[in-house]
């Protein structure tokens, strides 16, 4: 079968992701801005405990924070408990009381997002973001919504909208609008996340770029950052220096791994459409959170492949969906909001992450699980 780019469904939302050779410059500018922030004894540190009396939370955390807001080009950063969720969360309680509204898309809302909405106590206005003039339209009609929420990356397959466009739609309709990114899944694998391109905040998880379990990162406005930080007080909310300074180490290493691992996201999407193997109906990359290749079956055999890879040595379920732990290939089921949107790839869809392994070892592994079934 001859490859035919045309049979990629929904190859507009697939999100730009940086070349191998323009993540090695990410990683080299981000190690730029350490060396502006920390001494050469202080990096070696592996970082202070508790409230220090100078910034009211550790010392080294406090220079890791200084070193991701000047990287992201903000004012200021805030890393937090609770991951890319705890970050949501977080950000939306300082700018918003139970009971006020904010945009959202017209999608099904990833769930540990609608769970924060529903315990905030947030009201929502849904609008198509794919559609930008019912987007233009909606916020300058509207005088109720506090906050323009978006997520970065797709929240179903058809999504298409630009983040940075309709950031500066927004802007440009009604400055004063606080917008929140999601920028979980596309910081350091992107071209930018959402306070780069005019975005007041931007929140993600620093387990999905190699950093430790639960640490949360917000970048933006320091007005809103220095408020949520001063609420979280207690020694016990703050995230300690050596877990600070761990997750800057391993962010290092983040944009070049993640751009080898979106290499091969494409080259296995390109040979499962070349028909390498049998049984397949279509393959096509979507940002089913992180980027991936989407296989849609001939049969409703998906749950019985995903056994049988498990056997062959494919991860059959995420630990954080590319964190530090996720060495083998993942052959596991379609987003929760992928298949909400579309309920015949709960039989039919599998999503396949090459993570640090090269596409001949997903190839193989998938094509071995779909033979031992027939």
Same mark, same amino acid.
């Given at each position: 079968?001859?490859?035919?780019?045309?049979?990629?469904?929904?190859?507009?939302?697939?999100?730009?992701?940086?070349?191998?050779?323009?993540?090695?410059?990410?990683?080299?500018?981000?190690?730029?801005?350490?060396?502006?922030?920390?001494?050469?004894?202080?990096?070696?540190?592996?970082?202070?405990?508790?409230?220090?009396?100078?910034?009211?939370?550790?010392?080294?955390?406090?220079?890791?924070?200084?070193?991701?807001?000047?990287?992201?080009?903000?004012?200021?950063?805030?890393?937090?408990?609770?991951?890319?969720?705890?970050?949501?969360?977080?950000?939306?309680?300082?700018?918003?009381?139970?009971?006020?509204?904010?945009?959202?898309?017209?999608?099904?809302?990833?769930?540990?997002?609608?769970?924060?909405?529903?315990?905030?106590?947030?009201?929502?206005?849904?609008?198509?973001?794919?559609?930008?003039?019912? +987007? %233009? $339209?909606?916020? #300058?009609?509207?005088? =109720?919504?506090? !906050?323009?929420? *978006?997520?970065? @990356?797709?929240?179903?397959?058809?999504?298409?909208?630009?983040?940075?466009?309709?950031?500066?739609?927004?802007?440009?309709?009604?400055?004063?609008?606080?917008?929140?990114?999601?920028?979980?899944?596309?910081?350091?694998?992107?071209?930018?996340?959402?306070?780069?391109?005019?975005?007041?905040?931007?929140?993600?998880?620093?387990?999905?770029?190699?950093?430790?379990?639960?640490?949360?990162?917000?970048?933006?406005?320091?007005?809103?950052?220095?408020?949520?930080?001063?609420?979280?007080?207690?020694?016990?909310?703050?995230?300690?220096?050596?877990?600070?300074?761990?997750?800057?180490?391993?962010?290092?290493?983040?944009?070049?791994?993640?751009?080898?691992?979106?290499?091969? +996201? %494409? $080259?296995?999407? #390109?040979?499962?459409? =070349?028909?390498? !193997?049998?049984? *397949?109906?279509? @393959?096509?990359?979507?940002?089913?959170?992180?980027?991936?290749?989407?296989?849609?079956?001939?049969?409703?055999?998906?749950?019985?492949?995903?056994?049988?890879?498990?056997?062959?040595?494919?991860?059959?379920?995420?630990?954080?969906?590319?964190?530090?732990?996720?060495?083998?290939?993942?052959?596991?089921?379609?987003?929760?909001?992928?298949?909400?949107?579309?309920?015949?790839?709960?039989?039919?869809?599998?999503?396949?992450?090459?993570?640090?392994?090269?596409?001949?070892?997903?190839?193989?592994?998938?094509?071995?699980?779909?033979?031992?079934?027939?």
């Amino acid at each position: 079968m001859v490859y035919d780019p045309s049979r990629l469904r929904y190859a507009d939302s697939v999100l730009p992701s940086l070349t191998i050779k323009e993540a090695q410059q990410l990683q080299f500018k981000l190690v730029d801005n350490m060396s502006k922030h920390f001494t050469g004894d202080q990096f070696l540190s592996l970082g202070d405990l508790g409230v220090s009396p100078r910034y009211k939370k550790p010392e080294q955390t406090e220079r890791v924070e200084r070193v991701l807001a000047d990287f992201f080009g903000s004012q200021k950063a805030a890393l937090v408990r609770g991951a890319g969720t705890g970050a949501i969360r977080i950000i939306l309680s300082t700018l918003l009381n139970a009971g006020d509204s904010m945009f959202i898309h017209t999608a099904p809302v990833y769930t540990t997002t609608k769970d924060t909405i529903r315990m905030l106590g947030i009201k929502t206005k849904a609008v198509d973001f794919n559609d930008l003039q019912s +987007v %233009e $339209e909606a916020v #300058r009609d509207d005088e =109720e919504c506090k !906050i323009f929420y *978006i997520q970065h @990356a797709r929240q179903q397959p058809t999504d298409t909208y630009n983040l940075k466009v309709i950031i500066e739609m927004v802007k440009r309709v009604k400055p004063d609008l606080p917008i929140v990114v999601d920028d979980n899944y596309c910081a350091m694998k992107a071209y930018g996340i959402g306070v780069e391109y005019g975005a007041d905040y931007s929140t993600f998880s620093g387990f999905k770029i190699l950093g430790p379990e639960g640490i949360g990162v917000i970048i933006g406005k320091e007005k809103h950052i220095n408020l949520l930080q001063e609420r979280n007080y207690s020694g016990g909310g703050q995230v300690q220096g050596y877990e600070a300074m761990e997750l800057l180490r391993m962010m290092t290493f983040a944009p070049v791994s993640l751009a080898t691992q979106n290499e091969q +996201v %494409e $080259e296995v999407c #390109r040979k499962l459409n =070349e028909g390498v !193997i049998e049984g *397949i109906e279509s @393959a096509y990359m979507t940002n089913a959170q992180s980027k991936n290749v989407i296989v849609e079956l001939k049969s409703p055999i998906a749950q019985e492949v995903i056994k049988r890879s498990n056997e062959f040595g494919a991860a059959t379920h995420p630990v954080g969906a590319e964190s530090k732990y996720e060495i083998t290939p993942m052959i596991y089921r379609v987003s929760g909001s992928f298949i909400e949107s579309q309920p015949r790839l709960k039989q039919y869809g599998l999503r396949i992450n090459p993570m640090k392994s090269g596409a001949s070892t997903v190839l193989k592994i998938l094509d071995r699980a779909i033979n031992s079934i027939k």
